[in-house]
């Protein structure tokens, strides 16, 4: 499991008073856009990731999480695995990345009360947007 913990001088300077606020990315290895990693560094959030469902939970067991990013590619058409998480947090806000999008896995994992559904194509903005709505405890 990958951690990153900025540089101490990262928090005195954030803006939006992210200090201790942790992001947990769940995507396959290596996919983490380098703008996120920035913004995540900038605003002083802690950035952990993982690669599998399993690490998601066992994360969530061991850690205090702001947010959950999760590649769709990971729940493998099992959006049932949402609902295992906010059976555990129930108040977590998930943003879901996914890579190609059909209307029926929208709607699919729209149905477990996700907090963001993003496309990746759409691009790097909306979804730092989120990240950073859904670390302050803002609606999306």
Do not use: W
Not at 16 to 29: F, H, S, V
Not at 119 to 125: H, L, M, N, Q
């Amino acid at each position: 499991m990958g951690f990153h913990r900025p540089h101490p001088m990262v928090h005195n300077q954030s803006r939006d008073m992210g200090a201790n606020k942790t992001i947990l990315i769940a995507e396959q290895a290596g996919s983490t856009p380098r703008e996120l990693e920035l913004f995540a560094t900038e605003r002083g959030f802690d950035l952990v990731r993982v690669h599998n469902l399993k690490d998601v939970l066992l994360t969530l067991q061991e850690s205090r999480v702001d947010s959950l990013v999760l590649d769709a590619a990971l729940l493998a058409e099992d959006c049932g695995f949402i609902s295992v998480i906010k059976g555990m947090e129930k108040n977590l806000p998930i943003i879901v990345c996914a890579e190609k999008n059909t209307p029926e896995l929208e709607s699919e994992i729209r149905k477990h009360q996700i907090f963001y559904y993003h496309i990746k194509s759409f691009g790097i903005e909306d979804l730092v947007m989120a990240i950073a709505n859904a670390v302050n405890g803002l609606s999306h």
